[in-house]
Every structure is written in C-alpha cells, then in structure tokens.
C-alpha cells in the first residue's frame, strides 16, 4: 500500500537574493546615500531624467541590473523562514478523490510540527563561494573588487513542497529540513523524507508584507 503526502511551510518568508556590485559603487552608497539605497534598489523603472527620483545619482554609481531579483549571482530563492515560531504542515492526498470541482488536489490534515521540532541539514552559500568570487569579495591583498548586497521581500503565507509517495504512514522522525543560511536567517530549500528529496514549489497565498535590503560593508575602514 501507498501513501502520498504533501508538505506546506507557514508563515513568514519570501524572495530572497544575495548579490554582488562593484566596490566604487557600493563606496559611493555607503557613503552618500546609505539612507536611500534600499528605496533605490528596489524602484522599478528608476526615473533618471531631469526632474527624476535618482537623477542625482552619477551614471557610474547607478545599478545596472532594472528589478532587485536579477541581483542575484550568489544566492536567488523564494522560501519560508526557518525559525522556532513558525511551523509545517503535512497532509495526505485523499485516496481516488484528489481534486475537487475547481481542479484542486483534495488534501486531509496529518500533522503540524513547529520548525524547532524538525531535524534540518544547513548548508551557508557564503562559505562555500567559488575561489574566484571568494578572491573578488575577500581578497588576500588589496581592496575587494565586488561588495555584497542582499535583498528580499517579504510575505506572509505558505510555501508548498512536492508530493512524495512512500509505502508507509508519515513518520516525523524519518523528516529533515534542508537550510540555507541567509544573513542571519535559516531558509526552508526542502525536505529529505528517507532517500526522497522534496523540493521546493515556492510561495502560494501570499501577502507582501514589506522590503529589505543592504549593503555589506564591514570591509570598510
């Protein structure tokens, strides 16, 4: 016999990229405009002509890339927060009736298990960049030739995982979170139930609660 779940994560997380610019122009940011760049790097469609928003901004200085997401050459995800005051939600796809009169698959409830009840394997992108952008960020000698940035924006809803069938009943014990660390944050990649990877559909119902992005900028005297 078979049993097919899916999983859902709740209830806070959101796009998140980690990205690079060159180091004049994080320079110039940090020290100018710190206030503004997050404004900045999240306006759509920047206005640069005479009476424009950011027509202050010299043409070196500028952002090259047009949304915030396209940032994204160290990190890019849409994913729920790792943390103790968040939770998952497993439920089972109902025998022959899986989806309603909309096309919905039909799902039943098993279990709720709070994010500091879940076994998790971490992964950290930032210690385990490439030699080439590790030199570029972290350099032996000299000043670096990129800065870090990091980006997100946030929603309150419920991220959804791939169904997976196994040949028994749901067993908690048998499930690891796959992390990633973000900044300061834990992210939901995915799951691991036995030797099943469960990916990562992203978010579903989800409502923008607010946006938030920085510079790194410790390499600064």
Partial sequence: MSYTYKISAQNIGGERVIGTIPSEVAVYWL?????????YYFSEGRDYDSDGRWNHIPEEYRL?????????????????????????????????EQKNIYGERI???????????LKSKNTNVMEDLNPEMRQKLYPDHGDPELHVVYGKRVFKG????????????FDAAKLTAITETWAEEKVIAG????????????????????????????LLD
């Fill in 31 to 39: 020290e100018n405009h710190y206030n503004d760049f997050e404004e």
């Fill in 64 to 96: 090259k890339f047009d949304h915030w997401y396209e940032n994204n050459d160290i990190f890019h995800g849409d994913d729920c927060e790792f943390s103790d005051s968040q939770w998952i939600e497993v439920c089972a796809v109902e025998g022959n």
């Fill in 107 to 117: 799902y039943q409830d098993v279990v709720e298990i709070k994010h500091k009840k």
């Fill in 158 to 169: 419920s991220w959804d995982f791939e169904t997976f069938t196994i040949d028994h009943k």
């Fill in 191 to 218: 799951f691991m139930y036995e030797d099943k990877h469960i990916k990562s559909e992203g978010c579903t119902d989800g409502i923008h609660k607010w946006d938030r992005a920085w510079i790194e900028d410790y």
